[in-house]
């Protein structure tokens, strides 16, 4: 099974951006549609992003107009490149296929955001 390891977060101030990236152990062609998930403490895990093999995109509407996700299928890695961010924003980011795959949870990465 591929694995997933999500880089790039951080302590951010509110307004400013960060670039996350997923790097996969194997090929994210093969893996189809990538989504970028985010989870606070005591809250249910939620979709942020989903790109397709093609590239066609989709975004939560919290985060349209402000968060852009990209992929490499060259490099195995997807992007989710984030500006204007808010409190709210903080949370742990994590990749996976879109429908996500059980198995397939990363570490994430820690984003937090201050006022």
């Known amino acids: 099974q591929v694995q997933l390891v999500e880089s790039g977060g951080g302590l951010v101030q509110a307004g400013g951006s960060l670039r996350l990236s997923c790097a996969a152990s194997?090929?994210?062609?093969?893996?189809?549609?990538m989504g970028w998930y985010r989870q606070t403490p005591g809250k249910q895990r939620e979709l942020v992003a989903t790109i397709t093999i093609g590239g066609s995109t989709n975004y939560a509407d919290s985060v349209k107009g402000r968060f852009s996700i990209s992929r490499d299928n060259a490099k195995n890695t997807v992007y989710l490149q984030m500006g204007s961010l808010t409190p709210e924003d903080t949370a742990v980011y994590y990749c996976?296929?879109?429908?996500?795959?059980?198995?397939?949870w990363g570490p994430g990465t820690q984003v937090t955001v201050s006022s």
């Open positions: 194997g090929s994210i062609f093969k893996i189809g549609a």
């Open positions: 996976n296929k879109y429908p996500p795959a059980f198995g397939a």
